[in-house]
């Protein structure tokens, strides 16, 4: 039998800690979150692996280094709102929830979104929910957001996401150039964000954050 806690131990000590991410509320959410729960039952044995794992429908499960950097830079309190754009099967939004007061994942795929919202309830995190609908549009119902994380790509920033994060907030956001990404948090203040470079990462981009075809003729 797989001893996937044993994993979890490895994934930290070798992927998390290397990375210079060592604040205590992280490490203890990567270590009691049990990442196999929130994978497809064919991809298990893979959960660990130092790598993005592809979820389908263009969404993806972050290597374990590049959500716990992001998670470094937004230093998540115990009394904030998160928004967890592209929260797949839930994984981020569960750590996640460890860290803040509530987090809204946000997943259109209605089937994936349902998976989520079980095995959030199974893992006990009551301070987090699965809101059904277009990734791009966020869930402004029940924002603004102190912070505000999508787990995937971006080649263009829909205005709307940005709309809902309080002045004050961060985001943290993968942005996409062909093969090349970089990690950047943004800060709002005052209605504007200003961006600083974390670290390079990558991941495929996900639906509705896809940069508009342009014409030559």
């Known amino acids: 039998m797989t001893d996937f806690a044993e994993r979890r131990r490895m994934m930290v000590d070798t992927q998390v800690r290397p990375s210079d991410v060592t604040k205590y509320p992280i490490i203890e959410a990567l270590l009691a979150v049990a990442r196999e729960d929130f994978v497809p039952v ?54 996640t929830a460890r860290m803040a007061e509530m987090v809204i994942g946000v997943e259109e795929d209605e089937a994936m979104s349902a998976d989520a919202q079980a095995q959030l309830s199974e893992a006990g995190a009551d301070n987090a929910i ?29 205005e709307a996401l940005l709309a809902q994060l309080k002045d004050g907030g961060r985001i943290a956001v993968l942005f996409m150039t062909g093969s090349l990404g970089e990690v950047k948090i943004g800060y709002k203040q005052a209605g504007q964000i200003s961006w600083r470079f974390e670290f390079n990462a990558g991941a495929e981009v996900m639906p509705g954050f896809e940069r508009a075809a342009s014409f030559t003729f």
């Open 42 to 95: 064919a991809q298990r044995e893979g959960a660990y692996a130092d790598r993005n794992m592809d979820l389908g429908g263009q969404r993806t499960l972050l290597e374990a280094r590049t959500l716990a950097k992001m998670l470094d830079a937004l230093d998540i309190q115990r009394d904030e709102l998160v928004l967890d754009v592209g929260c797949g099967l839930g994984y981020s939004t569960a750590v």
């Open 130 to 158: 699965v809101h059904v609908g277009p990734l791009a549009e966020g869930a402004a119902e029940h924002g603004p957001y102190d912070v505000i994380m999508v787990q995937g790509g971006v080649e263009a920033l829909p």
